[in-house]
């Protein structure tokens, strides 16, 4: 998370009216998940590759993508000790730890979370991490079972995500929305429900020179849009998400587009906050500057995927600072992210129960 620590401008336009900030926090309730959400601003992230191996091969990953997969695995865990020490030294204090699948090398996740101890884990969940790692966990589920048979080649994967993470206060399920699995969320959300498990959406965002066939088109960004609005009114317990959310990950515009990323990456000669303090490292322990984000390798003009949203979005505090409504929507987003990403951080009910346009933008 990058959002803006410097003092917020008193006179923030909106076009018919100006709102001081004071003005934006008045009412007790926007006042109080301000206070909550700000405790969070000192979050710095850098993410990890943490192994080249993973137990399956699903159509449309990202991780075997690009040149990031023939890194040398690196897996001394003095050198990792050594590594999770220097980026603490230079201000990082979140961690991600991704591809291809950390629960491979559970001794690394050990290390970083004994050097660092705020941070998530990517995984698709079939091998159960050790519950000494306190990180958020992050399950990814594509679909009912039959659907990641066929998309990701492996069996009964919700179920044995379930079997492996019920009653984990750490993990949270992923629904990733491809263009085929729209209608399979309400059944996903049903056999988590029974087990009192938490979801959150992200959307499909298409590698580089992806020729698969998941992507999205405008309908099917509509129907997906349509389809989280139902689940967030319906599953409240179960669905950690916000109506700023579905209006930010399935407009025709993608997060860039919208919001202008931030990362080093689409941002190379930045030298201010996440454009500074970022880096993506490989196996081997290198990063590249050039290719640094938390999704590399990921189209950006296609980028709506949950991970770059929540530094993409939750970095532009300004932008929304300039009326109630979008200034709650992005109190929304942040609250969400957070709840998603740091242990033990609880989301509060959403401020804004309908769908806001993103500043400078219509409604998707
Ligand atoms: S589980 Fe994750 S890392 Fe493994 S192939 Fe699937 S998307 Fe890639
Ligand atoms: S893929 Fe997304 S997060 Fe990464 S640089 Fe592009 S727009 Fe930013």
């Not at 917020?8 to 709102?19: A, F, V």
């Not at 399956?56 to 690009?66: A, D, K, L, P, S």
């Not at 298409?206 to 009114?233: C, F, I, K, W």
């Not at 950690?240 to 959310?245: G, Q, R, T």
């Amino acid at each position: 998370m990058e959002p803006a620590t410097r003092i917020i401008s008193e006179n923030n336009r909106q076009s018919d009216k100006t709102y001081k900030f004071s003005e934006l926090i008045a009412a007790p309730e926007v006042k109080a998940r301000w206070e909550k959400v700000r405790k969070y601003f000192f979050l710095r992230e850098s993410t990890y590759d943490m192994t080249n191996r993973c137990n399956i091969r699903c159509n449309g990953c990202y991780y075997y993508e690009g040149e990031k997969q023939f890194a040398r695995e690196n897996r001394d865990i003095d050198a990792w000790r050594r590594m999770m020490q220097a980026e603490k030294a230079r201000g990082i204090t979140f961690v991600v730890l991704a591809g291809a699948e950390p629960s491979l090398v559970p001794e690394l996740c050990r290390v970083c979370h004994q050097e660092m101890p705020l941070g998530a884990i990517a995984t698709n969940g079939l091998k159960p991490i050790p519950t000494d790692i306190n990180y958020k966990i992050h399950i990814s589920v594509w679909g009912v079972d039959a659907t990641s048979l066929e998309t990701r080649n492996a069996k009964d994967m919700l179920r044995r995500q379930i079997e492996n993470y019920r009653q984990d206060p750490r993990a949270i399920w992923v629904y990733t929305f491809t263009r085929y699995n729209i209608n399979e969320a309400e059944a996903v959300i049903q056999s988590l429900a029974r087990h009192d498990c938490k979801l959150t959406f992200n959307i499909f965002s298409a590698p580089v020179g992806y020729s698969g066939d998941l992507n999205h088109t405008a309908q099917s960004l509509r129907q997906t849009r349509e389809v989280m609005a139902d689940l967030l009114a319906r599953y409240p317990d179960q669905v950690v998400y916000s109506h700023y959310n579905i209006v930010a990950h399935t407009h025709n515009h993608g997060l860039h587009h919208l919001f202008g990323c931030s990362y080093p990456r689409q941002n190379p000669s930045s030298d201010l906050g996440l454009g500074r303090s970022f880096r993506q490292y490989r196996t081997d322990l290198n990063w590249d500057r050039q290719a640094a984000c938390c999704v590399p390798d990921t189209d950006c003009v296609d980028c709506r995927h949950y991970a770059a949203g929540s530094a993409v979005v939750t970095a532009r505090l300004y932008r929304h600072a300039v009326d109630p409504e979008t200034f709650n929507s992005w109190l929304d987003y942040v609250d969400t992210y957070l709840a998603v990403w740091v242990t033990g951080y609880e989301k509060g009910p959403n401020l804004i129960s309908k769908m806001v346009a993103p500043p400078g933008f219509d409604l998707p």
